[in-house]
């Protein structure tokens, strides 16, 4: 599984979770059990193939710390979405913003870059071009902001969308 497939469930997860209101474990728990995943297959090839530990372990940690830091990534999206409020953002755009911003903050073996490219191109699969461009828009001013409090993590390799994590 490509760390892509890993962060497009997380964000699916996250989506799922604030939607539901459950908590994560719960959210979690049930969405990968072997008989719900394997449910999942039809629906396409993001899900022909079950996570192994590695990428259970990604995928748990970014849904968990973006549910636990919810709160202050959502004000960064505020603060950066200029004129907009959290409700009127598409649900699908929050979800893939709060990932990517809780990549940067707090999960330092994700390059930043690599975190904001991420979410564009997922974003591409979710929404309108005019979504697309607001959210690369609202990642790249919080970059741009917030640089002096971001550790950069720019100098660790920069993981390509088609390197396969676990393996």
């Known amino acids: 599984m490509k760390r892509t497939t890993a962060r497009e ?5 996250g989506f799922a979770a604030a939607a ?3 908590a994560i474990s719960e959210v979690l728990d049930e ?3 072997f008989e719900h995943y394997d449910s999942l297959v039809e629906e396409g090839d ?9 990428q259970m372990d990604y995928i748990r940690r970014l849904v968990t710390l973006t549910a636990e ?5 959502d ?28 990549e940067i903050l707090y999960m330092d073996d994700v ?13 591409k699969n979710y929404d309108e071009p005019e979504t697309v461009a607001f959210v690369n828009g609202v990642l790249g001013g919080f970059m741009r902001g917030e640089s002096d409090s ?3 993590v720019e100098t660790a390799p920069a993981l390509e969308t088609e390197e396969i994590i676990g393996e």
């Open 69 to 73: 830091n919810r709160s202050e990534i």
């Open 75 to 102: 004000g960064f999206i505020e603060r950066y979405a200029k004129g907009w409020k959290i409700g009127r953002i598409s649900r699908t755009a929050l979800a893939v913003m709060r990932c990517a911003i809780c």
């Open 46 to 54: 993001l899900y022909s193939e079950y996570p192994d530990q590695v």
């Open 20 to 22: 539901n209101n459950m």
């Open 111 to 123: 390059p930043n870059s690599a975190a904001i490219n991420e979410a564009v191109e997922l974003c």
């Open 9 to 13: 469930l997380a964000i699916q997860l």
């Open 150 to 152: 971001i550790a950069s």
């Open 31 to 33: 969405f990968f059990s």
